[in-house]
């Protein structure tokens, strides 16, 4: 009496983490028999998986979920073995304010929002580095320098801790500040004797006035 040696079947890999539309190859051995063959089936049906073992992530996915990869002994129908696969959504980063005008020594708050991932955490940055940044957590402050003398825009990002190819960024333009100076300081009039003043705004491209 010839006795065979039990149908097995192996999966690799036997866990893998994807997101949108990435695809994990998985190779099925067996052994016990010459016809090596199996079936493949996802439980849930989420997703695709090739006659060869290739499985393709669906390109939207809303929420973290759990898909499990069968490959059956196509010999014996009894002998499988499973690896499971975690989907889990995008990371994504977004910050409020997106754009803001300020002059010298102001201050403004900026809030980061992360989603895809339970590690909401996020670095700022300050390019350039004009005027200061102070953190804590998910928010921060930006505060302008006291002297602006010319127009200029600085970018301060929030990069996802998670995931740092993932950012999102706030484009602050910094304005001097407006200021009027006239002369003279000062005069002293006779009746009916005129006096011509004369008005300078700096910090304002817009250098009209009005007189009262």
Same mark, same amino acid.
């Given at each position: 009496?010839?006795? =065979? %040696?039990?149908?097995?079947?192996?999966?690799?890999?036997?866990?893998? &983490?994807?997101?949108?539309?990435?695809?994990?190859? !998985?190779?099925?051995? @067996?052994?016990?028999?010459?016809?090596?063959?199996?079936?493949?089936?996802? &439980? #849930?049906? @989420?997703?695709?998986?090739?006659?060869?073992?290739?499985?393709?992530? #669906?390109?939207?996915?809303?929420?973290?979920?759990?898909?499990?990869?069968?490959?059956?002994?196509?010999?014996?129908?009894?002998?499988?073995? &499973?690896?499971?696969?975690?989907?889990?959504?995008?990371?994504?980063?977004?910050?409020?304010?997106?754009?803001?005008?300020?002059?010298?020594?102001?201050?403004?708050?900026?809030?980061?929002?992360?989603?895809?991932?339970?590690?909401?955490?996020?670095?700022?940055?300050?390019?350039?580095? @004009?005027?200061?940044?102070?953190?804590?957590?998910?928010?921060?402050?930006?505060?302008? #320098?006291?002297?602006?003398?010319?127009?200029?825009?600085?970018?301060?990002?929030?990069?996802?801790?998670?995931?740092?190819?993932? !950012?999102?960024?706030?484009? !602050?333009?910094? @304005? %001097? =500040?407006?200021?009027?100076?006239?002369? #003279?300081?000062?005069?002293?009039?006779?009746?009916?004797? %005129?006096?011509?003043?004369?008005?300078?705004?700096?910090?304002?491209?817009?250098?009209?006035?009005?007189?009262?």
């Amino acid at each position: 009496i010839a006795l =065979a %040696p039990p149908v097995t079947v192996s999966l690799t890999p036997t866990t893998v &983490s994807l997101t949108g539309s990435q695809a994990q190859q !998985f190779t099925a051995a @067996v052994s016990g028999t010459t016809n090596t063959g199996v079936t493949w089936s996802l &439980s #849930p049906a @989420v997703g695709t998986i090739s006659g060869t073992g290739l499985y393709t992530a #669906p390109a939207l996915i809303t929420s973290a979920q759990t898909i499990t990869v069968k490959a059956t002994s196509a010999a014996d129908p009894t002998k499988s073995a &499973s690896a499971s696969i975690a989907l889990a959504p995008p990371v994504t980063v977004s910050v409020t304010p997106t754009t803001a005008s300020l002059q010298p020594s102001k201050t403004q708050q900026l809030t980061a929002t992360v989603t895809g991932t339970t590690n909401t955490g996020v670095s700022w940055s300050l390019n350039p580095a @004009v005027g200061t940044i102070s953190t804590n957590g998910l928010t921060a402050v930006y505060t302008t #320098p006291s002297t602006i003398d010319v127009s200029q825009t600085v970018e301060i990002d929030a990069t996802s801790i998670m995931d740092t190819t993932k !950012f999102a960024k706030a484009l !602050f333009t910094l @304005v %001097p =500040a407006v200021l009027i100076s006239i002369t #003279p300081g000062s005069a002293t009039l006779t009746d009916g004797q %005129p006096r011509q003043f004369t008005a300078t705004v700096s910090g304002s491209s817009n250098t009209a006035v009005t007189w009262s």
